[in-house]
């Protein structure tokens, strides 16, 4: 089956500071990516769409100057947490979909101490 | 205090016992149903989906069941084993694959098998 990569899997940073985190499609080319925020006991949270080669499209309430999206290619989408603070402390999840199907990625734990 | 909202249902069921997971879904239009199940620390993984032109899907050992008329979507796990233990999420689409339409994930429920 197709496999989504994310990278790294943890990260800790300090506040203020800002974090890239990768999303790989390995075994195919993604039309679109998607990026979730989860947050512990909650469900996964939509913050953006990205399409290759165009700007992403957020989702109400998230903020597209702390949260930049980069789709450089039809595999690689990438999200940067830009001065992060500790409320940004999440689980992110990417997923990959073909024109059917829609792969997660393992996610990313983001510690902002 | 604790917010409502961080405490996710729990079904505690015994290992070998059958299971049932429900999930109501907020939007009539949607077409597309699935069923993902997220063990710790990973991401979602996908059980099984369901078109909204069928009422019943099976897979190895799970059956999942739509009821347009209520928006409601159930999981059913045959024999539950404690690899089973995780928790369980169903999500909507307005079509298959979610790349022109977002998946919306309801609230989940955690699986407990005691063996």
């Known amino acids: 089956g197709a496999v989504v990569s994310q990278h790294p899997s943890r990260v800790i940073c300090k506040s203020g500071t800002s974090v890239k985190i990768e999303c790989r499609s390995l075994d195919f080319q993604a039309t679109t990516m998607f990026w979730y925020r989860q947050f512990p006991k909650q469900s996964l949270m939509l913050m953006a769409t990205s399409n290759e080669g165009s700007k992403a499209t957020y989702e109400q309430g998230v903020e597209k100057d702390k949260f930049l999206i980069n789709h450089a290619s039809l595999t690689l989408s990438t999200l940067t947490v830009t001065s992060a603070h500790p409320e940004d402390s999440s689980f992110y999840i990417c997923?990959?979909?073909?024109?059917?199907?829609?792969?997660f990625g393992p996610g990313t734990r983001l510690t902002v101490t | 205090g604790e917010s409502v909202g961080l405490h996710l249902p729990t079904l505690s069921v015994q290992e070998g016992d059958n299971s049932i997971i429900n999930c109501a879904y907020s939007n009539s239009a949607s077409d597309y149903f699935i069923w993902y199940k997220q063990e710790s620390g990973k991401g979602p993984q996908f059980i099984i989906d369901?078109?909204?032109?069928?009422d019943k899907r099976q897979g190895q050992r799970v059956t999942v069941l739509l009821n347009k008329t209520v928006k409601h979507l159930s999981l059913q796990i045959a024999a539950t084993q404690p690899g089973d233990s995780a928790v369980y999420f169903c999500?909507?689409?307005?079509?298959?694959?979610?790349?022109?339409?977002?998946?919306?994930f309801g609230k989940g429920t955690k699986l407990s098998v005691k063996p």
């Open positions: 369901i078109r909204s032109n069928m």
């Open positions: 997923s990959a979909t073909t024109r059917y199907e829609q792969y």
């Open positions: 999500a909507e689409a307005p079509f298959r694959g979610g790349s022109q339409g977002n998946l919306i």
